[in-house]
Each structure stands twice: as C-alpha cells, then as structure tokens.
C-alpha cells in the first residue's frame, strides 16, 4: 500500500539522475531537463551527485541503458555509497526488474518519482485518494520484482510450487478491488463538490493554471489576501483552493489549481481530472508563467497540451508573465556576430516577439515585488465585468 512506499522527506539520500537522450538532441536543453529532474529529486528528499547521460537513438529494450554504462553506474555508486537511483523516463516493468538487478539499488523512475512527491504533498482525504488511486494503476504492472510488495493475503492448506505465480494474482486481484474501490470513493466526493461548485451562485469562476512552481500560490494570496500555502518546491498545492475577491465594485471566484509539468505520469492526470474541473468549467483561465525560466516557451506547450487533453483548451485566457523581477539575458558583444537567440533578448525585446500580438491578453509582473499589479488588477477587473455583462444583460448591478 502505498504508505509503506513513501520516504519521510526529512530523510535525505544521496542520488544520482540517469538519462537516455538522442544523439542529435540539444545537450543545453538535456541539461535544463535534468535540472528539473534534480529540483524533482530535492523535493522528494534526494541529494543529487552526479547526473549520467547516455546518447542513444532509443532506450535499451532491456536494461533502457547500454551495459558500459550501467557498469560506469555501478562502479561510481558502490564508490560513493549513493543509495537511490533517479531514472528521467518511464521504466517498463522488466526495464525497472533488470535495472535493479544489475545495479541492486533503489531506482525511481520518473513517474514514481512525482507519485511519491504527490503522496508527500497530499493533505486532504480527496488529495490522498487520488493519489492512493494512481499509485495502485502504476503498481498493478509492476508486481514482478518490486523492492517492497503488497501484504499477502494467504488462505487455504498446502502450498506447493508455484506458489509465487499465485501470490502474483492474488495481489493483482487485491490491487484491482482496490482501484473499483478508489474509483467509487472518488465518485462520491466528486458529487459533494459538484454540489458545492452549484452553490457558489452566479458569480464569474476564474482559475489559475501554469506549469509547477511558476508562482500561481502567491499570486492566489495576492489578489484574495488569504494565505495558501506557497513554496519554492514542486506541487506545494495539490488541492483546489477557491476564494471570493472583489477588484473595485466586480466580484469573482479565484481558483488555485495543481501545477502540470513535463511527462505528467498518465495516471496523476486521470486520477487529478475531477480537481480540474476548476480550470475545465471556469468562465476564464489566468496561464501563469515563469517567465525567467530559460525554458518557459516549452512550460506553456505543456500546459497548453494538458488543457487540451482535459478538453478545456476553449476557454479565455489571460497570459501572466510572472516574476519579471528574476528575469536575465545575455547581451551580445558587438563584434559578436553569432545568430542572436532567446537568451540574448531583453525584457523589452522580448515583449516585442510573439507575445505583441497578445494586445490585452497578456500582463508583465512580479508578485513578489508587486510590479505591475494594479494593471493586472485592471486587465482582470475588465474581463470579468465584460463576461458578467455577456451572462447577465439585464443584472446591471455592476454597471
């Protein structure tokens, strides 16, 4: 079950990150993933030493890394007592199974990695269900050659040989009535809040999406002065928060949403689709983005993709470009005649790409140091009273 499987985070282990990348694939961005992967393993407790890169056309079938580099692997980590190994891909089951021998440690794919930081953040009975629903799809494949197994239920008189294939399909039926389970509890709480979404009224549902950690928490806390929680680690929020604001005379609901990220495990998004109902059937999306981070473009693909595979990719959106205040770039040397690339781009500059044909959908800020806030307050105040006139026309209360 999954208590048994997650690591209290005050217990740090020395890990080291391992990926398979093409041969022709930029190795600056092989680094910004493995970067992402290492701000992954902090937050679920792992020190990271030494990140491995293997290029490949493809992941070995077998062991997803060529032999030379599993013994590179295996020499460094009984050298330097590294006691968990952080895989930046899905591992098939026999992947995960031959890995482990060969190597005899603890290796973390990348989608068990982010389940067990999920089951970490996790504070709610609905967030913990989720999760405990996803962790048991990921599990259900897997129960060959697991470090740690389910507990056995045994009955009967006599076991003989062959007595582990058995056990396998008593653990997968047990897993299995406990997805259905989960599935219904699900159900359940899904109508409370289907319920509760119904009795907030009439007013205007606004929601904020954006990739992990680009600073949706503190914009919350912002713009309804309350106090979620907010923390530079990945998925501080799991949970859906909803708060009345008013900005001048226009009331609105605001809705905090779990944060998406690059290879989002399929389960954590099938299991989280109900807490997404917030972006789903809101009147207008604010896409947060970090608009300091090198590889903020791809962040928003991301977020765009999720949108769409949650079939709410028609709705309005506000592009907040957010902490302005960490923005950097390099400036070109005059004699440099090298091609100019993103990084060389001002703020200004930048400003003047794509993002001038966003006209009023777009705002530049830093919630931490308040930059720009009165006119994101304004490009909200006006979209939420244009959308309150289109459903309301005869409800003037607010003109």
């Excluded at 060389?344 to 705002?363: A, F, I, P, Y």
């Amino acid at each position: 079950m999954i208590e048994s499987k997650i690591k209290p985070a005050s217990e740090f282990e020395d890990a080291i990150l391992v990926t398979v990348a093409g041969k022709r694939e930029d190795a600056d961005l092989i680094e910004e993933y493995l970067d992402e992967l290492e701000f992954l393993t902090l937050t679920y407790g792992g020190v990271t030493k030494k990140k491995f890169i293997q290029r490949l056309e493809k992941p070995d079938k077998a062991t997803y890394i060529g032999k030379g580099k599993i013994q590179e692997i295996k020499a460094y980590v009984e050298e330097n007592n590294i006691q968990l190994i952080v895989i930046d891909d899905e591992l098939s089951p026999a992947q995960q199974k031959n890995l482990e021998k060969e190597l005899n440690k603890k290796i973390l794919d990348r989608n068990f990695l982010i389940l067990q930081i999920f089951a970490q953040r996790a504070q709610t009975a609905y967030a913990k269900t989720q999760v405990e629903l996803a962790y048991s799809q990921y599990l259900l494949p897997r129960l060959v050659g697991l470090w740690t197994h389910l507990e056995r239920q045994r009955g009967g008189t006599g076991t003989r040989g062959g007595s582990g294939e058995k056990e396998i399909e008593t653990d997968r039926r047990i897993i299995r009535d406990k997805i259905t389970a989960l599935k219904e509890k699900l159900k359940e709480i899904d109508k409370q809040m289907i319920t509760q979404r119904k009795n907030r009224g009439e007013l205007i549902r606004v929601a904020l999406i954006g990739y992990t950690n680009v600073g949706k928490s503190t914009i919350m806390n912002m713009l309804s002065k309350s106090d979620v929680f907010a923390e530079n680690k990945l998925f501080a929020t799991l949970d859906t928060t909803t708060r009345k604001v008013v900005i001048d005379n226009v009331p609105f609901l605001l809705s905090d949403t779990v944060g998406f990220i690059r290879k989002l495990p399929t389960q954590l998004v099938e299991s989280f689709k109900s807490t997404l109902d917030e972006a789903r059937e809101a009147d207008l999306l604010l896409h947060v983005v970090d608009i300091s981070h090198k590889t903020f473009e791809d962040q928003i693909n991301v977020v765009n993709q999720t949108m769409t595979d949650i079939k709410a990719s028609d709705k309005p959106v506000i592009m907040v470009f957010n902490k302005i205040d960490a923005f950097t770039h390099i400036e070109k040397e005059e004699d440099d005649l090298t091609p100019i690339t993103r990084e060389n781009l001002s703020l200004e500059e930048l400003k003047r790409t794509w993002m001038s044909k966003m006209n009023n959908d777009c705002v530049f800020i830093s919630a931490i140091e308040k930059d720009n806030i009165e006119e994101f307050r304004k490009i909200i105040y006006d979209r939420v009273k244009e959308l309150h006139k289109k459903r309301y026309p005869y409800n003037n209360f607010l003109y």
